[in-house]
Nanobody, 126 residues
Framework: QVQLVESGGGLVQPGGSLRLSCDAS????????IGWFRQAPGREREGVAC????????YYANSVKGRFTISKDNAKNLVFLEMNGLPPEDPAVYYC???????????????????WGQGTQVIVSS
């Protein structure tokens, strides 16, 4: 049984950093990539970063390139999202997800990811 559990969210000051973790267990061979997504109230969920589980190829939304880093620890079944230079914005819930239909549409068709965690909230505020 695939299970994803996010952690690491919280309150951070504008310009600050935060590291999110996704504990992924029960992964099958279909889990060739794991992605991080975020959703603010009243807004559509959007892809932030994605990493392939085997080769470690990374993909980022343009808005976070250079500030966010996605990485993984295969031995511990953990995927991390290091976020730097966080701008003040609406609180958002960050989710990790796996089993996408393909890697090309990881952002445009985010709903295709089969398994999702419960999310962890990030609040950027002074």
């Amino acid at each position: 049984q695939v299970q994803l559990v996010e952690s690491g969210g919280g309150l951070v000051q504008p310009g600050g950093s935060l590291r999110l973790s996704c504990d992924a267990s029960g992964l099958t061979s279909d889990a060739f990539a794991i992605g991080w997504f975020r959703q603010a109230p009243g807004r559509e969920r959007e892809g932030v970063a994605c990493i392939t589980t085997t080769g470690g190829t990374t993909y980022y939304a343009n808005s976070v390139k250079g500030r966010f880093t996605i990485s993984k620890d295969n031995a511990k079944n953990l995927v991390f999202l290091e976020m730097n230079g966080l701008p003040p914005e609406d609180p958002a819930v960050y989710y990790c997800a796996t089993n996408p239909p393909d890697i090309i549409t990881w952002r445009s068709a985010w709903w295709g990811f089969e398994y999702w965690g419960q999310g962890t909230q990030v609040i950027v505020s002074s």
